[in-house]
């Protein structure tokens, strides 16, 4: 079955930087988007950035933008997030996940990431 786990998560000071990872297993996943969400408590899930698989185009949300990049390493079949200028706004459970490109629902989810801004 589909995997997806996330790791990379901690505690970190504000305008400092951490990298998320993302290994995916279960299938292939040529045709699909990985994306990756955040929830802080009390907030709705966001999107933060999404990654095509294949052809790596990359989409931001404007709070991220010039801060977090979105990579994948198709060899090691990963996604990572490269989180840079943190800000104690960023505080919020990350989650990696996947669809397929003729879909937008997300259909496979990862377990989540803490990750701690200190101000």
């Known amino acids: 079955q589909v995997q997806l786990v996330e790791s990379g998560g901690g505690l970190v000071q504000a305008g400092g930087s951490l990298r998320v990872s993302c290994a995916a297993s279960?299938?292939?996943?040529?045709?699909?988007?990985m994306g990756w969400f955040r929830q802080a408590p009390g907030k709705e899930r966001e999107s933060v950035a999404t990654?095509?698989?294949?052809?790596?185009?990359?989409y931001y949300a404007d709070s991220v933008k010039g801060r977090f990049t979105v990579s994948r390493d198709t060899a090691k079949n990963t996604v990572y997030l490269q989180m840079n200028s943190l800000k104690p706004e960023d505080t919020a459970v990350y989650y990696c996940?996947?669809?397929?490109?003729?879909?937008?629902?997300?259909?496979?989810w990862g377990q989540g990431t803490q990750v701690t801004v200190s101000s």
């Open positions: 996940a996947a669809r397929s490109s003729e879909s937008y629902e997300y259909r496979y």
């Open positions: 279960g299938r292939t996943f040529s045709s699909y988007y």
């Open positions: 990654i095509s698989w294949t052809g790596g185009r990359t």
